[in-house]
């Protein structure tokens, strides 16, 4: 079913390239319905045929909850950058807040990760006493945007989320070979990060948005970041050290 896989993986992506080509709302809406459906039926069969797309179901919203970042970039097509950080601050505030009362509060922090109520689990246990890897992925987001170039923050954004969940599908199902112990990472689900931060660097190369030479730097670095062992959530490290190295090569050869 190589070809379901495929099609969950790689239609999102294809569809994000289109949409910068057509002519007019309705063909937009119409590629990404019938994409959406395509994308939609894919996922039930992998389903069905024992498809892990998460070790834990309770935390499955999380994954797919990663390539919303994408829409940071579409929503900077209709507003402004500042508004942008003003929405993307508010929610990473939000949640943030969250974490705080969490780990003050022994009673919510219990609600949370499922001790009182299974339902509610929201968080995996790794993440008991200590700043959620939700908000650090938030705090991905809202650095480049305050930061970075507005194309590198795109790279950044595309190698943190479409990078990330390729990574973590193709390390669940096909993950063997390990690389270091210590995070577990795996060679299988560091060649689908690469191959999907490559992706992206073509992507923003086709689209006359990003230098491919840079892009292909941006992506190379965020695959170390997200390989190599690290205190840092890869959360903040893949989009903080790639969008530094780009925008730095970017300011001092362009």
């Given at each position: 079913h190589d070809e379901d896989f495929l099609a969950i993986t790689m239609l999102p992506i294809i569809g994000a390239i289109l949409a910068f080509y057509v002519r007019s709302y309705s063909e937009l809406t119409l590629v990404l319905v019938l994409i959406g459906m395509i994308s939609y039926e894919?996922?039930?069969n992998l389903r069905r045929e024992m498809f892990v797309v998460a070790n834990d179901r309770s935390t499955l919203w999380r994954i797919f909850a990663r390539p919303l970042a994408i829409l940071v970039i579409f929503l900077g097509l209709f507003i402004s950058r500042q508004n942008v950080l003003l929405i993307v601050g508010g929610v990473l505030f939000l949640f943030f807040l969250l974490d705080i009362l969490r780990i003050t509060i022994p009673r919510l922090e219990a609600v949370l990760h499922g001790n009182i109520w299974k339902d509610a689990r929201?968080?995996?246990?790794?993440?008991?006493?200590?700043?959620?890897?939700?908000?650090?992925?938030?705090?991905?987001?809202?650095?480049p945007l305050l930061f970075f170039h507005q194309h590198v923050t795109y790279a950044t954004l595309g190698f943190l989320?479409?990078?990330?969940?390729?990574?973590?599908?193709?390390?669940?199902?096909?993950?063997?070979?390990?690389?270091?112990?210590?995070?577990?990472?795996?060679?299988?689900?560091?060649?689908?990060?690469?191959?999907?931060?490559?992706?992206?660097?073509?992507f923003l190369w086709v689209a006359k948005l990003l230098s491919l030479w840079i892009g292909l730097v941006g992506a190379c670095v965020a695959t170390l970041a997200e390989m190599l062992p690290s205190q840092i959530d890869d959360n903040l490290s893949v989009p903080i050290v790639s969008g530094a190295i780009m925008e730095f090569v970017l300011r001092l050869f362009v």
């Open positions: 894919s996922s039930k929201l968080l995996r246990e790794r993440e008991q006493g200590r700043i959620s890897s939700i908000t650090n992925f938030l705090l991905g987001i809202f650095l989320s479409i990078g990330g969940v390729s990574a973590k599908i193709v390390e669940i199902n096909y993950g063997k070979t390990i690389l270091f112990r210590k995070n577990g990472k795996t060679l299988q689900g560091t060649l689908a990060f690469l191959s999907a931060c490559l992706s992206v660097a073509y």
